[in-house]
């Protein structure tokens, strides 16, 4: 166990909704990624914060948005759903941003269905 | 671009013998490598990572990797593979050039013993 939690685990949504998932890092860990897994492929980096800040993103759309709090926990929000947002998402944490050497520490995940 | 490939989609291997899990990378400056096993319905598990040093490391459950930096390569193996290392194996590489940490992920290679 990494001691990284997600909620939900399984949501399915409609498109043009909306959607919240929520994460829980290990304690003490200041940053927290978020990855799109779709079905078949490798995770793909959505962004990353650090404490409290977007400080990375990858190539995703605005309508990808998220927030991190002073408790370890974070959200990623994603408006105005299309088919294609259907995959496994995860978030990852660890303890601090430096050198780019630590390993992540990922959460179960939330599979996110559009119809 | 940091990019991460796994040329084998599957690689089938009997219970007790070696196996061999393959990944080339592309980066610019040193690269952080790391591997990562994904069981069905689970979050990706951290196995190991080279950042620096002996190029072979070790890693958790009996696993190692070589780095070899004039081949690009980062090769994952085991001397004795058991059936409950049947599961999905991605291949990351990571770096902080722009100022934040990103994994970056090979397509993944389901790797299957049989008894």
């Known amino acids: 166990e990494t001691g990284v939690t997600q909620s939900p685990t399984h949501l399915i949504k409609t498109r043009g909704q909306q959607v919240t998932l929520r994460c829980s890092s290990q304690?003490?860990?200041?940053?927290v990624s978020w990855y799109q897994q779709a079905l078949g492929q490798g995770p793909q980096f959505i962004f990353q914060?650090?404490?409290?800040?977007?400080?990375g993103r990858g190539n995703f759309p605005p309508r990808f948005s998220g927030l991190q709090f002073p408790n370890y926990s974070s959200e990623l929000n994603v408006n105005a759903l299309e088919l294609d947002d259907s995959a496994l998402y995860l978030c990852?944490?660890?303890?601090?941003?430096?050198?780019?050497?630590?390993?992540?520490?990922f959460g179960p995940g939330t599979r996110l269905t559009v119809t | 671009a940091q990019s991460v490939a796994q040329p084998e989609d599957q690689v089938n291997v009997a219970e007790g013998n070696p196996l061999t899990v393959k990944c080339t990378y592309s980066?610019?400056?040193?690269?952080?490598l790391f591997w990562y096993v994904q069981y069905p319905n689970r979050g990706l598990q951290f196995l190991l990572k080279?950042?620096?040093?002996?190029?072979l490391v070790k890693g958790s459950y009996g696993f190692e990797a070589e780095f070899n930096k004039s081949q690009t390569s980062f090769h994952l193996k085991k001397p004795s593979a058991l059936v409950s290392d049947s599961a999905l194996y991605f291949c990351?590489?990571?770096?902080?050039?722009?100022?934040?940490?990103?994994?970056?992920f090979g397509t993944g290679t389901r790797l299957l013993v049989s008894p």
């Open positions: 990852a944490s660890t303890p601090e941003l430096a050198g780019g050497y630590y390993e992540q520490y």
């Open positions: 304690s003490g860990h200041n940053t």
């Open positions: 914060y650090y404490r409290e800040e977007e400080n």
């Open positions: 980066v610019s400056g040193n690269p952080y």
């Open positions: 080279y950042i620096t040093g002996d190029n």
């Open positions: 990351a590489v990571s770096g902080l050039n722009t100022g934040f940490q990103k994994l970056v």
